[in-house]
C-alpha cells in the first residue's frame, strides 16, 4: 500500500478499496506529472542554452563570405601587379561587410556637418569653428558611429568647430 494511503489508514479510518485505488491512481498521475514538469523545465533549459549558443549563426555565415574575399583579395595581391586588384578588391570587401551588417539591423549614424548631440556622438577634439560655419557642428570624424536598430552600438567619434569664446575659455 501506498505512504498516502498508509498514512490515512493509520489516522483510524477506513477507507473503502474503491476509494483506496483512486488515491492511489491520483498519487500516481501526480508523480508522473511531476516527472513530466521537471524534463520540461530541463528541456528547456536546454533549449535556452542552445539558442543562446548559436543565435549568431546566421551572422556568421555571412561575415565568412566577407573573410573569403578578404583572403582572395590577399591572394590577388601577392601576384605581380596585384596592387589595383588589392585595392578594388578591399573595396568590395568593405562594400560586403556594411551590406551584411545592415541585414543584421546596423546602420551609420551620421555626424559630419550636423550638429552635435551627446547622445549619439562623443566629442573626441575641439577646434575653432571656421568663418561661416556654426559652433557645436561636427567637423571632422574620427571614428564611425552605429546604431543596431534603433540603439547606439557605438557612438561616434567626432570634431567638434567652437566658438571663439569657448576656446577662449577652454585654453583660459
Not at 10 to 35: H, I, N, P, V, W
Not at 36 to 61: G, H, S
Not at 72 to 77: K, P, V
Not at 83 to 108: D, M
Amino acid at each position: 500500500m501506498d505512504t498516502t494511503v498508509e498514512a490515512f489508514a493509520d489516522s483510524g479510518e477506513k477507507l473503502s478499496a474503491t476509494a483506496a485505488d483512486e488515491l492511489k491512481a491520483a498519487q500516481d498521475r501526480y508523480l508522473r506529472l511531476a516527472a513530466e514538469f521537471e524534463n520540461y523545465k530541463k528541456r528547456a533549459q536546454k533549449d535556452q542554452a542552445d539558442y543562446t549558443k548559436y543565435a549568431n549563426e546566421r551572422l556568421l555565415k555571412d561575415m565568412l563570405a566577407v573573410l573569403d574575399n578578404l583572403q582572395r583579395a590577399l591572394q590577388h595581391a601577392h601576384q605581380p601587379g596585384g596592387t589595383k586588384g588589392l585595392v578594388q578588391g578591399i573595396e568590395l570587401t568593405g562594400k560586403q561587410y556594411a551590406e551584411t551588417l545592415s541585414r543584421f539591423g546596423v546602420k551609420e549614424i551620421p555626424s559630419v556637418g550636423l550638429p552635435f548631440d551627446p547622445a549619439v556622438h562623443q566629442a573626441v577634439a575641439m577646434v575653432e569653428a571656421k568663418k561661416g560655419q556654426e559652433p557645436n557642428t561636427i567637423t571632422a570624424e574620427h571614428e564611425k558611429g552605429y546604431y543596431l536598430y534603433d540603439r547606439v552600438l557605438r557612438p561616434a567619434m567626432v570634431t567638434v568647430a567652437t566658438s571663439n569664446k569657448a576656446a577662449e575659455d577652454q585654453e583660459g
